[in-house]
């Protein structure tokens, strides 16, 4: 039961990154149109392509952040941890989990769900340039982002009291490797 439910929101953390992973072909496409477009004679910059960016960019860091955890791809300080068993290694990252990351994804929801309310009720426009975009859309994402990594964070710690009990971390769903453990697969 609970293994199904790590793998579910594993699963679920996976799909949603790769379908906000979209946003850097958007950035790039932009980014290039508007370095273009700067040194074509007769056009000038566009007003929208800044406030497009940094929309792509905050949505893509904000609904990448539970792939990542799921792909046990954020940095840790594990000069001393990776010679830790396992049995400890999960210890450790529970407890991490529950004072540390819990209430600090609590807070992201709650407070992103409050601003992503007033953002709604006064209909916000960006400020930072004259096309004035509507940007209530992806201020709604940062209590989803929340909400996914607190599902993803309670995936995480059922992984932890199974490494706790077993010994043996779970296995992740495949998807990207690092170049460095496919270089190491590859010479062993």
Not at 72 to 81: E, F, Q, T
């Amino acid at each position: 039961m609970l293994t199904k439910f790590v793998y579910t929101v594993e699963s679920l953390s996976v799909w949603v990154g790769r379908a906000f992973g979209w946003c850097i072909l958007i950035l790039t496409l932009s980014v290039t149109y508007e370095v273009f477009v700067r040194y074509m004679p007769g056009y000038k910059p566009t007003v929208w392509a800044f406030d497009m960016m940094v929309q792509m960019y905050g949505a893509l860091f904000l609904m990448a952040g539970a792939y990542c955890l799921a792909q046990d791809g954020h940095v840790r300080g594990d000069v001393l941890y990776r010679l830790f068993p396992v049995r400890v290694q999960a210890s450790i990252d529970f407890i991490l989990y529950l004072i540390f990351f819990m209430p600090g994804m609590i807070a992201l929801a709650w407070y992103g769900a409050e601003i992503a309310s007033d953002s709604w009720r006064y209909k916000e426009v960006s400020w930072n340039s004259p096309a004035r975009i509507q940007i209530y859309f992806f201020k709604t994402l940062i209590p989803l982002a929340g909400g996914l990594l607190i599902l993803q964070g309670l995936s995480e710690m059922v992984r932890c009291c199974k490494a706790i009990r077993s010994g043996v971390w779970m296995e992740r769903l495949d998807d990207v490797k690092e170049t460095e453990d496919l270089l190491t697969a590859h010479n062993t």
